[in-house]
C-alpha cells in the first residue's frame, strides 16, 4: 500500500535504493515507510513554467536534444522497407563477372548504423554464388553478387538471385 496518497496519479514512477544505516539513525516506524513508499517525480512538461530546468546533455555521443517547444526529444529506430529485388547471372556470366543489384533505400546515409535484415534465395538452391559487401550509393544499398568457381564452363547454369527485406537504422549522435 502506498503511503502518499497521489502516488498513483501524479508524476512518473522512480525506484529508490537506500542503504539503512544503523536503527538508532531512523525510528522503525519511519524506516518501513520509505520502504513502503511509492516514490515519483515530477518533471517539469516544459523549461518555462517550472522553477526548474530541465536540459539535455552536451556530450559529443549524446542523441536526445530540446525541441523547439522544450520538450526531451530522442529519435527512434527507423525502419526501411527493401522492396524485392532480382537479377541473373547467365548463362555467360562467367566466375567473379559482378551482377549489381540495388535496392531504395530512403533516407538511409549511413550503413554503419543500419542492421540489414535482408533474405536471399537462389534458383537452384544449391547455386555456387557469392554475395558482395553492401555498399552505400546515393539513396540505393548496392550489392555485387558473384559465381563461384567450379568445375563448369560455359555455357554455365543460370543462376537468379533475388534479395528483399528491411533495414533498421539506429539513431546517431550528430556530427
Excluded at 497521489?6 to 537506500?18: I, K, L, Q
Aim: aromatic fraction near 6%.
Amino acid at each position: 500500500m502506498a503511503v502518499n496518497q497521489d502516488s498513483e496519479t501524479s508524476g512518473v514512477p522512480v525506484r529508490v535504493y537506500f542503504t539503512p544505516q544503523a536503527s538508532a539513525c531512523l525510528p522503525p516506524s519511519l524506516m518501513d515507510a520509505f520502504i513502503r513508499a511509492n516514490w515519483r517525480v515530477d518533471i517539469p512538461t516544459t523549461t518555462t513554467t517550472s522553477s526548474g530546468t530541465i536540459r539535455a546533455s552536451t556530450l559529443q555521443d549524446n542523441i536526445t536534444s530540446i525541441d523547439s517547444e522544450g520538450a526531451v526529444y530522442t529519435p527512434g529506430i527507423v525502419k526501411v522497407e527493401l522492396q524485392e529485388q532480382a537479377i541473373t547471372l547467365t548463362t555467360t556470366t562467367g566466375p567473379g563477372v559482378p551482377v549489381e543489384v540495388a535496392f531504395d533505400a530512403p533516407g538511409v546515409s549511413d550503413l554503419q548504423n543500419a542492421l540489414r535484415n535482408i533474405d536471399w534465395t537462389f534458383e537452384p538452391p544449391e547455386a555456387p554464388v557469392n554475395i558482395g559487401p553492401a555498399r552505400l550509393v546515393g539513396q540505393q544499398i548496392r550489392y555485387s553478387i558473384y559465381r563461384i568457381a567450379t568445375t563448369d564452363t560455359d555455357p554455365f547454369d543460370e543462376i537468379i538471385v533475388r534479395g528483399s527485406g528491411r533495414l533498421f537504422v539506429i539513431p546517431s549522435p550528430p556530427t
